[in-house]
Nanobody, 121 residues
Framework: QVQLVESGGGLVQPGGSLGLSCAAS????????MGWYRQAPGKQRELVST???????YYADSVKGRFTISRDNAKNTVYLQMSSLKPMDTAVYYC???????????????WGRGTQVTVSS
């Protein structure tokens, strides 16, 4: 079974920086994409950033220029470096992985439990 575990969340002041990481484990044959969603209180879950395999990196307009996504493919880990944080960035951040468990299986999407990021003075 594929499992994803996020880490790095916490409380940070506006203008500060915070780094998130997400490590995937289990049986993974291939990865189509890894990335991050977030969900603020009372709002829908939104895509923050994604790194598709063989495609261009995507950033939501609200975080462009402030967040940087990266991947360590050898460790099946995705990172999100956040800087110039704003109160509007406060949310639970969820890691996801889209991939296959075997060469003849259909792609599935797997989710982490989420990590809380709070931006407040």
């Amino acid at each position: 079974q594929v499992q994803l575990v996020e880490s790095g969340g916490g409380l940070v002041q506006p203008g500060g920086s915070l780094g998130l990481s997400c490590a995937a484990s289990g049986s993974i044959f291939s990865i189509n994409a890894m990335g991050w969603y977030r969900q603020a209180p009372g709002k829908q879950r939104e895509l923050v950033s994604t790194m598709p395999t063989g495609s261009s990196t995507y950033y939501a307009d609200s975080v462009k220029g402030r967040f940087t996504i990266s991947r360590d493919n050898a460790k099946n880990t995705v990172y999100l470096q956040m800087s110039s944080l704003k109160p509007m960035d406060t949310a639970v951040y969820y890691c996801y992985l889209k991939g296959q468990r075997s060469s003849d299986s259909i792609p599935d999407v797997y989710w982490g439990r989420g990590t809380q990021v709070t931006v407040s003075s």
